[in-house]
């Protein structure tokens, strides 16, 4: 049994910064990536930030700048620090995660959700 959990979503005022926090838990052998979502109401979700298990980071346009991913590999945990939140920065934030689990003697790669946590940035 694999559990992504988020952690450190909250309320803060525009131009202020948050940062949220992911687990992986469970029987895992390797985590190949580990990426933050975002999911406004009414919209669809959309991919924030990524990082590969070497390190190679990518951002959305729209936080490019503002945010920043980092992982503790050792920890099975990723990072996303927001720095200059604006209001449209306001939704559910989803940790998504690349893993390799081990099942009895045997391996098995998929990708997996965790439940979000909610950022909501005032005007």
């Known amino acids: 049994q694999v559990q992504l959990e988020e952690s450190g979503g909250g309320l803060v005022q525009a131009g202020g910064s948050l940062s949220v926090s992911c687990v992986a838990s469970g029987s895992i052998f390797s985590i190949s990536a580990m990426r933050w979502f975002r999911q406004a109401l009414g919209k669809s979700r959309e991919l924030v930030a990524g990082i590969t298990s070497g390190g190679s980071t990518n951002y959305a346009d729209s936080v490019k700048g503002r945010f920043t991913i980092s992982s503790d590999n050792a920890k099975n945990t990723v990072y996303l620090e927001m720095n200059s939140l604006k209001p449209e920065d306001t939704a559910v934030y989803y940790c998504?995660?690349?893993?390799?689990?081990?099942?009895?003697?045997?391996?098995?790669?998929?990708?997996?959700w965790g439940q979000g946590t909610q950022v909501t940035v005032s005007s």
């Open positions: 998504n995660a690349d893993l390799t689990v081990q099942v009895g003697s045997g391996f098995y790669s998929g990708n997996y």
